[in-house]
């Protein structure tokens, strides 16, 4: 239930009635933050005082509250006053010199008027002042009293920041549709121009949760009391459940007690014309019954409710502990945590490689993690790339599929170019990967970041062939300068490098990007994750230096080593090549066919002999067909080993590459200072595992209420 209503509108002897303590009202111990009284049924008597801070709170001001806490075995009169009073008190000297005092004022940040320590103060504070009694005669019930609502701000202690803090603090309470509203309004003053009854019909449109409570119908003046008779005796009102009339004690009789209190009430009722009043709807006791039953209404609609809101929290109290992980205070337990994590991250690197994602759930959640699948497309775009654009100039014909300078037509697909079967990867099917700029940025010494050559030539490649076997002219008779096709191969292959390392620069930046998610998973703190992040960084470095390091070794290899090749393969295209031009050049020959069902084709010796070309035409051609040969094998098995040392040996599999970096063997070599940098317990940290310790006894407590 929460009380609220203006300043100075009565709602501290309203929760006097209600709950039978005395409530200050004292205009200098106004409410300056909410004030939760629980009353709880239990066969010991005593009294618990504590702070409840906001979310809004930081861990170390949510410590520094939890501080906050006494513990009474009873609460008499003169006890509770103290205890208030303590809590509002502005007497700072006083606070700092009592040892057993209460300083919830100091806890919340509430301003003090002797207080000269510089700080910025405030006048009021959403931290919450518990207290909590229990025993055998209280029933179980809950009030919380809420600053009262002012609009014009006091110099020198109230601003106008002041009123609109209040004011929301106000609103956020009476929106929980959980609770219920006790409006409290001063009967002697014109209902409009109370705020508190338009925020409640803001908050409770329908009505049913807020009940009106009039107050001082003894300051009346003479002449309004029908006005204020129709209120209460109206069906609802502006409120659903219309409105109480209750009569506090007054100036003269602030000493009396809670009965003799009581009994003036009755009086003042039996007095003209406020007999008029219903007796359900007159005087304190009414109060408390209409409030039981309205209580009692709201607590079977939610009961439900409320039961799964416990689950809920509760559930969110074990993954804040997990995320906290096991307590860490000792040199073990730290070295224990890291290598439960290494392990796990280990084995999920594990089914990364091997393509396993069946086996945990998180790769249907991260494409990132699904390392083999990422790596295999990224090699499958490079192999693509290579064949398409690595070369300076295309193989294929230049215009129209007639080679300039030749003396025959080639079709767009020549013979031994099997470039058909080499499939491009499916763009639509790929896996999408971003890398994010910090990641991108821990890599900016190692990545080469080449630019893109845009010297692409527009000259055909027999032209150019031609070209450079003219500027290489030489002595030999019906042979081929050997220098030339070292010179031509260099310089189709020229794009080699910044293509093979845009490839490793991408593989590595996938190859983070997975270390990187992976260690996030499996070690949910943030803040061990990113000391430990720290630690990796280093060695991972290093183990990308490597990788980049041979692809630039086989680059240098093609660059600067003699072409040369074993395999058969280049035999067997530069045949077919060869054989490819010779049928070229026959196909306008005369020629006839065998009489039998094979239909095969007779050329005469004559035409096939007399068939001929220039010398020059013959060196091009030769020239041409051996560099396109010997290309297309050096740069398949250019692809592949890029693919199996560079990346594949280097960044996937080695035993110290960055895969296996994070690793049980890694936390083994960990010296205490390190262990403690990385996975040492803050106080922070502490503090928050021992309050979320204390809110899940709680609900677990709330959670056995429901059940039994």
Known sequence: MVV???????????????????????????????????????????????????????????????????????????????????VRSFSWHKMISTLSTIQASKHMGIRLEEENSGIVPKSFSDDVLKIELSGPDYEHFSVVDLPGLFRKPT???????????????????????????????????????????????????TGR??????????????????????????????????????????????????????????????????????????????????????????????????????????????????????????????????????????????????????????????????????????????????????????????????????SYVVNQTEPGDDSDLESSPNQESRLLLTVDSERRSELRRTLSNLKKPTDKPHDNIDTWIRREYNRSKGFEIGTINPSLLPVLYHEQMKYWQYYTMEHIDRVIEATHSFIFSLLRHVCPNAAIGDHFWARLIGPLLLSYDKAIAHAKLL??????????????YFALTLKKLRLSRMQKRLENSPSWYTQDDNKETLLRLK???????????????????????????????????????????????????????????????LSDKELDQIAGETIESAAERAHIMRRLKSLEAGQEAFRT
């Open 209 to 406: 949760r807020t009940l009106g409570v009039l107050t001082k119908p003894d300051l009346v003046d003479k002449g309004a009391e029908d006005k204020v008779l129709d209120l209460v005796l109206a069906s609802g009102g502006r409120f659903g459940l219309g409105y109480t009339m209750v009569c506090n004690r007054s100036q003269s009789n602030l000493d009396v007690c809670l009965a003799e209190r009581n009994n003036l009430e009755k009086t003042f009722f039996q007095t003209e014309p406020w007999t008029m009043v219903p007796q359900d709807r007159a005087g304190i006791n009414a109060l408390k019954v209409r409030l039981n039953k309205l209580l009692v209404d709201l607590t079977r609609e939610n009961f439900r409710d409320v039961a799964a809101d416990i689950n809920q929290a509760i559930d969110g109290c074990h993954q804040r502990l997990q995320a906290l992980g096991p307590e860490r205070s000792s040199k073990t337990e730290q070295r224990g945590y890291l290598l439960r994590i290494a392990t796990s991250f280990q084995y999920l690197v594990s089914h990364a490689l091997d393509a396993y994602y069946g086996r945990d759930a998180v790769f249907a959640s991260h494409d990132e993690l699904r390392l083999a699948t990422v790596v295999k497309e990224l090699q499958e775009e490079f192999s693509t790339t290579m064949r398409l654009e690595g070369h300076t100039r295309d193989f294929g014909p230049s215009k129209n599929g007639e080679r300039v300078g030749a």
């Open 4 to 86: 609220v209503g203006d300043q100075s509108s009565g709602k501290s002897s309203v929760l006097e009635g209600l709950t039978g303590l005395p409530f200050p009202r004292d205009s200098s111990l106004c409410t300056r933050f909410p004030t939760q009284v629980v009353f709880k049924r239990s066969a010991v008597k005593q009294t618990e005082v504590s702070i409840l801070p906001t979310e809004s709170r930081t861990e170390h001001q949510s410590l520094d509250a939890d501080k906050f806490y006494r513990r009474l075995d009873e609460l008499d009169q003169c006890l509770f006053v103290e205890v208030l009073s303590e």
């Open 607 to 669: 035409d096939v002999l007399n068939m001929h070309i220039s010398n020059e035409d013959q060196a091009v051609e030769d020239l041409h067909d051996i560099l396109q040969s010997y290309y297309k094998l050096a740069r398949k098995q250019f692809v592949d080993a890029v693919s199996k040392g560079a990346v594949d040996y280097h960044l996937l599999t080695v035993s110290d590459g960055p895969l296996r970096v994070c690793s049980p063997q890694l936390v083994g070599m």
């Open 555 to 568: 680059l240098e290899i093609e660059e600067l080593g003699n072409m040369r090749t074993l395999n058969h």
């Open 155 to 205: 110099p020198g202690k109230t601003t106008k920041d002041d009123t609109l803090f209040v004011k929301k603090m106000v609103r956020d309470y009476i929106h929980n549709t959980r609770s219920t509203i006790l409006a409290v309004v001063p009967a002697n003053v014109d209902i409009a121009t109370q705020e508190i009854v338009q925020m409640a019909e803001d908050a409770d449109p």
